[in-house]
C-alpha cells in the first residue's frame, strides 16, 4: 500500500515565478490537507480539501491556491512567489484516524 | 486562537537518562498528536490520543493526555542515540487542521 507521495521533491524558482505542487493520499484517504514548514519550525496548516471543495483555510494569503481531484489526489499553486516562500511543503491525507505525511517538496526561491 | 506551546525546544540528554517533553494548548480540542521528523526527512506518526486520561506506549516513548489541564507529556525512558529527533505535538482545531508546536529538538549523546 502506497503512502502518500509527493511530487517533485526538490524545486528552485526565482521570485515572482509560479509553481505547482502535487500530491497522492494514501489509498482509500479522500481529505488532503496542505502545510508549510520553513526551516526551524513546524508545520503551519495552510488549507485543506475534501471533496474537491476547500474546506478550511489557514492564514495564508490568496497567492496560495489549491485544488482536489476526482482521484482524490490534490495541488498546490503558489502565485508570485517570494522569498519568504521558501520552505518544506508537505501534503497530509486523513483517513480519519490520523494525519499521515507525504515526504514534502523543498521549495527554494532565489 | 490556538496556541501550542512545547518545551523544552533543545534537550541534549545521556543515553540511558529518561526525560519529559510537554505541550501546553490552550483551547480544548478532540484530538493530540505527537510525530517525529528526522533532519530532512517529514513527519512520522508516532501518537494519537482521543480522550482525557489516554495513554500510549510504543517501546521506550510513552505520551499522556490531561484535557483538563490541556497538557500532553512525551516520556522518554532509557534514551538511547536513535530517538535523536525533533518532536512534535499537534493540536487538532475545529476537527481538520493541526496546530503544531515549535518542536523539540532532542539529541541523544553517548
Known amino acids: 500500500d502506497a503512502g502518500v507521495t509527493q511530487s517533485p521533491t526538490h524545486l528552485i524558482k526565482t521570485r515572482g515565478q509560479q509553481v505547482t505542487l502535487r500530491c497522492s493520499p494514501k489509498s482509500g484517504h479522500d481529505t488532503v490537507s496542505w502545510y508549510q514548514q520553513a526551516l526551524g519550525q513546524g508545520p503551519q496548516f495552510i488549507f485543506q480539501?475534501?471533496?474537491?471543495?476547500?474546506?478550511q483555510r489557514g492564514n495564508f494569503p490568496d497567492r496560495f491556491s489549491g485544488h482536489q481531484f476526482p482521484n482524490y489526489s490534490s495541488e498546490l499553486n503558489v502565485n508570485a512567489l517570494l522569498l519568504g516562500d521558501s520552505a518544506l511543503y508537505l501534503c497530509a491525507s486523513d483517513g480519519g484516524e490520523t494525519q499521515y505525511f507525504g515526504p514534502g517538496t523543498r521549495l527554494l526561491v532565489l | 486562537e490556538l496556541k501550542v506551546e512545547q518545551n523544552p525546544l533543545f534537550l541534549s540528554m545521556q543515553e540511558g537518562k529518561n526525560y519529559t517533553i510537554y505541550c501546553n494548548y490552550s483551547t480544548t480540542s478532540d484530538r493530540l498528536y505527537w510525530y517525529r521528523q528526522d533532519p530532512g526527512k517529514s513527519l512520522e506518526s508516532l501518537f494519537v490520543?482521543?480522550?482525557?486520561?489516554a495513554v500510549k506506549q510504543e517501546g521506550r516513548l510513552m505520551a499522556s493526555l490531561d484535557t483538563k489541564a490541556r497538557l500532553s507529556t512525551l516520556h522518554i525512558t532509557a534514551a538511547v542515540h536513535d530517538l535523536s529527533a525533533t518532536y512534535f505535538c499537534a493540536v487538532e482545531n475545529s476537527g481538520y487542521a493541526l496546530n503544531f508546536g515549535k518542536g523539540t529538538s532532542l539529541l541523544v549523546t553517548p
Open positions: 490520543l482521543l480522550s482525557n486520561g
Open positions: 480539501y475534501y471533496e474537491e471543495e476547500e474546506r
